[in-house]
């Protein structure tokens, strides 16, 4: 069965670092979104992205929070000056259509120090 | 604001026992519902999904769930659970129209007991 891919499983990062965070979709999937889960808290939205630019951003979604597709394969999420409540594990996840299910990856839990 | 509700936080079963986790959403609107299902250390993964048709949707793994539209509700059932099913359950709700961002439940930790 296809899957999504995160890489690192596990980073951490001092408090104003940049982190990228990496995801490589289903390969026929258009649609790439990004979602977080601190702690204890519920899976929340942070970024939806089609035919290369955002579709859709929550409120989370500053100016310190920036997505791409870098290459045909690769989708990154890039936290360019990082704070601790960043801390959380970041699913990415794809669909091959805007209203399917998603596939998710495995997450990347970030501790922010 | 649309948000979706999971009234049980933590069920322990005993192995044959029956499941039914609780999931309420707020919007009135057509909608889509989905449960995931996140095994210890493993990702979140489809376990079924509600678009149209047949209010009583059948998933992977013997669970099933059933949307009423009058109460708002898409409730997820299983007649016999095993230990493998130890697990956290999510639902998640993707409102109708141009937005594709799924709103999800605080989780329900299943814990079955052998």
């Given at each position: 069965?296809?899957?999504?891919?995160?890489?690192?499983?596990?980073?951490?990062?001092?408090?104003?670092?940049?982190?990228?965070?990496?995801?490589?979709?289903?390969?026929?999937?258009?649609?790439?979104?990004?979602?977080?889960?601190i702690?204890g808290?519920?899976?929340?939205?942070?970024?939806?992205?089609?035919?290369?630019?955002?579709?859709?951003?929550?409120?989370?979604?500053?100016?310190?929070?920036?997505?791409?597709?870098?290459?045909?394969?690769?989708?990154?999420?890039?936290?360019?000056?990082?704070?601790?409540?960043?801390?959380?594990?970041?699913?990415?996840?794809s669909?091959?259509?805007?209203?399917?299910?998603?596939t998710?990856?495995?997450?990347?839990?970030?501790?922010?120090? | 604001?649309?948000?979706?509700?999971?009234?049980?936080?933590?069920?322990?079963?005993?192995?044959?026992?029956?499941?039914?986790?609780?999931?309420?959403?707020?919007?009135?609107?057509?909608?889509?519902?989905?449960?995931?299902?996140?095994?210890?250390?493993?990702?979140?993964?489809?376990?079924?999904k509600?678009?149209?048709?047949?209010?009583?949707?059948?998933?992977?793994?013997?669970?099933?769930?059933?949307?009423?539209?009058?109460k708002?509700?898409?409730n997820?059932?299983?007649?016999?659970?095993?230990?493998?099913?130890?697990?956290?359950?999510?639902?998640?709700?993707?409102?109708?129209?141009?937005?594709?961002k799924?709103?999800f439940?605080t989780?329900?930790?299943?814990?079955?007991?052998?």
């Amino acid at each position: 069965e296809p899957e999504v891919t995160q890489t690192p499983s596990h980073q951490v990062t001092q408090m104003g670092q940049e982190v990228i965070l990496r995801c490589v979709p289903i390969s026929n999937h258009l649609y790439f979104y990004w979602y977080r889960q601190i702690l204890g808290q519920k899976v929340e939205f942070l970024v939806s992205f089609y035919n290369n630019e955002i579709s859709e951003k929550s409120e989370i979604f500053d100016d310190q929070f920036s997505v791409e597709r870098p290459d045909g394969s690769n989708f990154t999420l890039k936290i360019r000056s990082t704070k601790l409540e960043d801390s959380a594990m970041y699913f990415c996840a794809s669909s091959a259509e805007g209203a399917g299910g998603y596939t998710f990856g495995s997450g990347t839990r970030l501790t922010v120090v | 604001a649309q948000s979706v509700s999971q009234h049980n936080h933590h069920v322990i079963l005993s192995e044959a026992a029956s499941l039914e986790l609780g999931c309420n959403y707020s919007y009135g609107g057509t909608v889509n519902l989905f449960w995931y299902v996140q095994y210890p250390g493993q990702h979140l993964q489809l376990l079924l999904k509600y678009f149209s048709g047949d209010p009583l949707v059948k998933g992977i793994k013997g669970f099933e769930a059933e949307f009423i539209k009058s109460k708002f509700s898409f409730n997820l059932r299983k007649p016999s659970v095993q230990w493998s099913d130890t697990a956290e359950y999510f639902c998640a709700v993707r409102s109708g129209g141009a937005t594709n961002k799924l709103i999800f439940g605080t989780g329900t930790l299943l814990a079955v007991q052998p």
